[in-house]
């Protein structure tokens, strides 16, 4: 494959400015490279056009430009570095930080939620026992009251009669706060990727990349999981998958550019209703 004049691709031109130009040489459209690279036309404008607000980002973009610079002639390993360069934020590092910031994120809404959860019990509790020991209160008034002996009468009748035994009520059993029925997380998650078309898929289990390339049409690959999956879908419309031994949900429609995190707690979300 040959290599395009440096002397027309400078670093000043920019990555995407050179991805162009090494494309237009070859006469390639487009279309032409979406259908070589798996890639959708999206995604490859965007590479030209430098325009990072519409790159999935991380190491999914990264292998955006080694894909384009390998399809058009030019060196993918110089490309990406030149790429990193100018967006410091789709380096290796940078998609740990973003991990790490949406980690915390995840575990203060989590907080939030269960503050939320502890103070609604509260409230609803303390009325709940200022009944209970209210009418624990009156019942042990009313046992404590001696019965009252019926004045006049034949001596012989009272003797014989005897005093009604008092009327016990059974107290009421005392209602706990409301059971929330929290789903049980399962481990491990059970993933097989089974794309209908090909398609460009980056898979991470457990912070480990596993591959990233493109993946054909009837290709199945079973994985295991126990905390996270990332899948990053060069074209969600020609994505298939199974979790957990059902089939799950569409990811988006044709050429989009998605990210699914899936986790032990979330995972019913990404099922197929």
């Not at 879908?233 to 990811?251: H, K, M, P, Q, Y």
Request: aromatic letters at 6%; glycine letters at 8%; hydrophobic letters at 40%.
């Amino acid at each position: 494959m040959t290599s395009v004049s440096d002397s027309k691709l400078t670093p000043v031109d920019g990555v995407g400015a050179r991805l162009r130009a090494a494309r237009e040489e070859r006469r390639m459209t487009l279309r032409e490279l979406a259908d070589a690279t798996k890639i959708s036309v999206g995604a490859l404008e965007a590479l030209e056009e430098n325009d990072t607000e519409r790159l999935p980002g991380g190491i999914f973009t990264r292998a955006f430009v080694r894909a384009y610079a390998a399809e058009v002639g030019l060196d993918p390993e110089s490309m990406t570095r030149d790429f990193v360069d100018r967006a410091p934020e789709f380096s290796a590092s940078g998609s740990e930080q973003v991990l790490d910031r949406t980690g915390k994120h995840d575990l203060y809404r989590s907080q939030q939620r269960m503050a939320g959860t502890v103070l609604k019990l509260a409230l609803v509790g303390a009325p709940l026992a200022a009944l209970l020991l209210f009418v624990g209160m009156r019942d042990a008034r009313t046992l404590e009251t001696p019965p009252v002996a019926p004045s006049g009468g034949d001596p012989a009748t009272l003797e014989l009669t005897s005093a009604p035994a008092p009327t016990v009520r059974p107290r009421p059993v005392p209602v706990g706060p409301p059971v929330i029925d929290t789903p049980v997380a399962e481990r491990p998650l059970s993933l097989v990727l089974q794309p209908t078309g090909d398609c460009w898929v980056s898979l991470t289990i457990d912070g480990d990349l596993v591959f990233s390339r493109v993946m054909r049409r009837g290709e199945q690959e079973p994985y295991e999981a126990e905390n996270e999956i990332v899948l990053n879908i060069g074209d969600a419309g020609t994505f298939g998958f199974v979790l957990n031994t059902r089939n799950g949900r569409s990811l988006g429609g044709a050429g989009e550019v998605v990210t699914a995190r899936i986790t032990p707690d979330n995972y019913r979300s990404y099922i197929a209703p």
